[in-house]
């Protein structure tokens, strides 16, 4: 099973309703989206297909090299992580150009690989930015938002990915609301975003397991970067209007050793208003 689809589909499908402005703030609010969208809207046409086809096509391979255009305004997007690798061609530009194509209203399920990865970019540029001045702060870019350059790089991503997803799932249970009803419905929504049948089957069983918060904990315990882009996975999953998930969120910084300052300033990436 291809993790990154799976969780191109989860961003397809919506974990919350919340999800899609939250990934909106945290690429610098509405007004840069809008700006991006009208240059882009007559060559997305011409291309026969969405703005994520679009902009994934055009920042792959060859455009991603030039590192200029495009490149350099979702590079500007991503604050200091992106100016931090500039437009340089290992920058994740296909899956972000997804990842904002479909929060412009032009993605496609051709597109859920592309869009998995641009979460992890997405996240990968949330955790830069959060740790940045920290005592934690990353000695280099968090894996996800470059293009992995080995096969053991890769294979760190596909399990990096693969943690998110999990934290995402263990999220929406923190109110206990998922039971067999709310199952089948979240199902039935990355089915409809182009998940193949091996990935609806995996998600309802993650579904209807108990919840692994304290797996997921150790599993980035000593790694502040993984620590705060899980932390935001869990943002883009649930509302956090119930005192449940308040709690849960408390839980898993403390419990991943994330500073309270590191995961408020995630919160404000993500549009949170303070309770």
């Given at each position: 099973m291809n993790i990154g689809e799976l969780l191109g589909a989860m961003v397809q499908a919506g974990m919350s309703p919340s999800a899609a402005d939250r990934m909106r703030s945290s690429l610098g609010g509405g007004g840069a989206l809008d700006s991006l969208a009208?240059?882009?809207?007559?060559?997305?046409?011409?291309?026969?297909?969405?703005?994520a086809e679009a902009l994934s096509?055009?920042?792959g391979g060859s455009a991603a090299q030039g590192g200029g255009g495009l490149g350099e305004i979702l590079s500007g997007m991503l604050g200091d992580a992106g100016r931090a690798v500039g437009g340089k061609q290992n920058l994740a530009l296909g899956g972000l150009g997804a990842l904002v194509g479909a929060l412009l209203g032009g993605g496609g399920k051709s597109v859920g690989g592309a869009l998995g990865g641009g979460l992890m970019?997405?996240?990968?540029?949330?955790?830069?930015?959060?740790?940045?001045?920290?005592?934690q702060q990353p000695q280099q870019i968090p894996l996800g938002l470059l293009e992995p350059q080995t096969e053991a790089e890769a294979t760190e991503l596909e399990r990096n990915a693969e943690l998110i997803l999990r934290t995402m799932i263990d999220a929406a249970k923190a109110d206990g609301r998922i039971d067999e009803r709310e199952a089948d419905r979240l199902v039935a929504k990355i089915r409809d975003a182009g998940a193949d049948a091996e990935a609806q089957r995996y998600l309802m069983a993650r579904l209807q397991e108990p919840m692994e918060t304290e797996s997921l904990i150790a599993a980035v315990r000593g790694k502040p970067d993984l620590a705060a882009q899980v932390y935001g996975a869990a943002l883009l999953a649930i509302e956090v209007d119930t005192p449940a998930e308040r709690a849960y969120l408390d839980r898993l910084a403390a419990g991943m050793g994330l500073p309270r300052e590191v995961a408020g300033r995630i919160e404000?990436?993500?549009?949170?208003?303070p309770a």
């Open positions: 009208g240059m882009l809207g007559g060559q997305s046409q011409k291309a026969g297909g969405g703005l096509g055009m920042l970019a997405l996240l990968g540029a949330m955790a830069f930015n959060a740790l940045k001045g920290s005592a404000e990436l993500v549009g949170l208003q």
